[in-house]
C-alpha cells in the first residue's frame, strides 16, 4: 500500500521548481517507493509567484507566509529552498514543528547555524536530507567503490575544481547571494561547500586547511524588482560582500593531501565541475559535463599507465532507475530525484539515506576554517 505524504516547498525560485519536480517525478523512477509525495503548499513572499507554482504544478494551497506551514498540519515534510539567511530560522522552526526537512546547502550562513539545524532535527527526532547533489551521480559513486576497493593502491592526493561563470558577467546584478548579511560566505557556500562534501564522500574527512580568497567583480548594480537565478542589473552600484575565488589546500585525516579550486566569475567555464584523484597504483578521474563517465587507470605498470574510459551504467548507484544501459545520459535534474527518493526513503524507513545534515556540519566546518585560513594568511584545523 502507498500513503501520501503531504510536502511543502519554502522559496520557488530555480531550486523551489527543481524540488517541486523532483518530487513530481519519483514515482516515475521509482513505483516500489512506500510513500507518495503530495504538494500541500508553496510559501513564496514574491507577488504572484507562488500562484503560478500552484497552477503549473498543482499545489493545493499558497502562502506568502512560511511560518503558516509550521502549523500546517497536512504538511509532514518541507523543503528549504528560501535565500541562506532564511534557511536556520525556517529550518529551526520547521523541525520543532515535527516536519522532515529537505534544505539546500548550504545550511545557513555559519557552522554555527548547520549545527543548531542538525541538533534541532536530532532532538525532534525528523528526517533529513541536504542539496548535496553532485555525489548522487552514479560514477561519483562507483569511484568512491573504486576507491575503497584498494584497485587505486592509498590515495596520496586529490584535486577538486568547480568553475562557473554564472557570475562573471559584470553587470550580474547585486543579489543576496553577494552580501555578507543575507548570503554569507560566496563562492566558497555556493561552490566550494559541495566540494568539501565531494572531497569527505570520495576521501573521509579533512581535518585541515590553508586556504586564499579574492574578489574580482568588486561591485555589481542593485537589482530594481524580484529576481530569480542570475540576472542583470542596471541600477545603483554597490559593493560585493563575498568571495568571487577560492583556492585552498586540504589535509586529510588519511594522510592524504588535496587541493580544492573554485570560482563563480570564470569565463569560458560552464559548470566545469569534477575530481582527480591519485593512488600509488592509480587513479580515477569525473567531469560533471560528461557525467556518466569514468577515466580510470590501475595496473601495475605505474609509468606510461594507460587511462581507460568507462561508461557506468545500471549497476552503478541510482543509474537504474532511470536508464536501461551504459553510457545513456543522466541530467542534474536527475540527480535531485534520487535526492528526493533517497529524503522520502528516510522517511518511510526512519533511518538516514543520502546526505543529511551531519554532512552539512561537516561541510560548513570546512568552509568555515578556509574562510578564516583566508583571514590569516595560516593552516587551520577543521573542528567539525
Not at 576497493?149 to 590515495?155: C, E, K, L, N, R
Not at 540527480?335 to 552539512?360: C, M, N, Q, W
Amino acid at each position: 500500500m502507498v500513503d501520501a505524504l503531504g510536502v511543502a516547498v519554502v522559496g520557488f525560485g530555480w531550486m523551489g521548481r527543481v524540488h517541486t519536480q523532483a518530487y513530481a517525478r519519483v514515482p516515475h523512477h521509482y513505483p516500489g517507493l512506500v510513500l507518495r509525495p503530495r504538494l500541500v503548499t508553496v510559501a513564496e513572499d514574491v507577488p504572484g509567484r507562488a500562484e503560478e507554482a500552484a497552477a503549473q504544478f498543482g499545489f493545493a494551497s499558497t502562502t506568502r507566509d512560511w511560518r503558516e506551514v509550521t502549523a500546517d498540519p497536512r504538511v509532514q515534510a518541507v523543503s528549504i529552498t528560501a535565500p541562506n539567511f532564511l534557511h536556520r530560522e525556517i529550518a529551526v522552526a520547521m523541525a520543532e514543528a515535527g516536519k522532515h526537512i529537505w534544505i539546500e546547502k548550504p545550511v545557513g550562513l555559519t557552522v554555527e547555524d548547520a549545527r543548531a539545524v542538525a541538533d534541532t532535527a536530532a532532538d525532534s527526532g525528523v528526517q533529513s536530507a541536504v542539496g548535496f547533489n553532485y555525489r548522487n551521480a552514479p560514477a561519483v559513486e562507483a569511484a568512491r567503490e573504486l576507491i575503497a576497493s584498494g584497485d587505486i593502491g592509498t590515495v596520496t592526493h586529490v584535486r577538486v575544481r568547480l568553475f562557473s561563470d554564472y557570475a562573471a558577467h559584470p553587470k550580474g546584478a547585486l543579489t543576496w547571494r553577494y552580501e555578507r548579511e543575507r548570503g554569507g560566505s560566496g563562492v566558497l557556500g555556493d561552490l566550494a561547500s559541495h566540494g568539501a562534501d565531494l572531497a569527505r564522500f570520495l576521501l573521509g574527512d579533512i581535518v585541515s586547511v590553508t586556504a586564499d580568497t579574492a574578489i574580482f567583480v568588486p561591485e555589481r548594480a542593485r537589482p530594481t524588482g524580484a529576481t530569480a537565478g542570475h540576472t542583470l542589473a542596471t541600477g545603483e552600484l554597490g559593493p560585493v560582500e563575498n568571495e568571487d575565488y577560492v583556492n585552498c589546500l586540504l589535509r586529510f585525516a588519511s594522510g592524504a593531501r588535496g587541493v580544492l579550486e573554485a570560482c563563480r566569475v570564470s569565463v569560458g567555464e560552464q559548470n566545469n565541475y569534477g575530481f582527480e584523484v591519485h593512488g600509488t597504483k592509480g587513479a580515477v578521474f569525473w567531469d560533471f559535463r560528461r557525467m556518466g563517465e569514468l577515466g580510470i587507470s590501475r595496473g601495475t605498470a605505474y609509468q606510461d599507465q594507460p587511462v581507460n574510459t568507462t561508461y557506468v551504467g545500471p549497476g552503478s548507484g541510482e543509474f537504474g532507475a532511470f536508464q536501461p544501459g551504459a553510457a545513456n545520459a543522466m541530467g542534474y535534474d536527475d540527480l535531485k530525484v534520487v535526492e528526493a527518493y533517497r529524503f522520502l526513503r528516510s522517511i518511510a524507513e526512519g533511518t538516514p539515506h543520502g546526505a543529511t545534515l551531519r554532512d552539512a556540519v561537516h561541510s560548513a566546518a570546512v568552509v568555515d576554517a578556509m574562510s578564516r585560513s583566508a583571514e590569516s594568511r595560516s593552516w587551520v584545523e577543521v573542528s567539525a
